[in-house]
């Protein structure tokens, strides 16, 4: 991929960003709650789980929107995300994970699987914070400036005023 087609795509993004953030997490949800059972059955689903595997559908993607509503993670800008975030959406999936668990523990048939709660905050927690930090690489790749262009620098100094001014010379070129 160019360095004009990531420019494209990140400019795309920013159009509507609220949708795109909310589809993409109900996205990520809905795919981590089959992909546990996936994984959890090596690859093929026994159709006695089937109606697990709804049950948990039907419970875990509700849960998952629920937390990260409350936790605030369906808004904001995904090409700023820090440690922070990364932290706060651990913390949401465990809670949406935990609010699944309790749905599953009155809705669900009989014998579901453990595992697949372990496994689906695995799933959800990596699968969200990675296309966060996705989004935020293709906007820091979409910035980089021309390498004809470049011009050596030294920072003196240590610590953290010295990582800032390297993040900001990264993020503004001029």
């Known amino acids: 991929m160019t360095r004009f087609a990531i420019h494209g795509v990140a400019r795309n993004l920013t159009r509507h960003p609220r949708w795109v953030m909310r589809v993409t997490q109900f996205a990520i949800f809905a795919v981590g709650g089959v992909l546990a059972f996936i994984l959890r059955f090596d690859f093929t689903v026994p159709p006695q789980y089937r109606p697990h595997l709804l049950a948990a559908f039907c ?78 690489m293709v906007f820091e790749l979409s910035r980089l400036p021309n390498l004809g262009t470049k011009k050596r620098t030294l920072i003196c100094g240590a610590g953290d005023a010295g990582v800032t001014l390297l993040r900001e010379i990264h993020q503004n070129p001029a």
Do not use: N
């Not at 800008?77 to 523990?105: E, H, P, Q």
């Open 59 to 136: 419970v875990f993607v509700p849960a998952k929107v629920l937390a990260f509503h409350f936790f605030k993670l369906d808004r904001g800008w995904w090409r700023y995300v820090s440690i922070r975030d990364v932290t706060r959406v651990a913390a949401a999936s465990f809670a949406g994970s935990a609010l699944g668990c309790l749905g599953l523990l009155w809705f669900a048939p009989e014998g579901f699987p453990r595992s697949i709660y372990f496994l689906d905050f695995l799933l959800c927690f990596g699968m969200t914070a990675g296309a966060r930090m996705a989004v935020r």
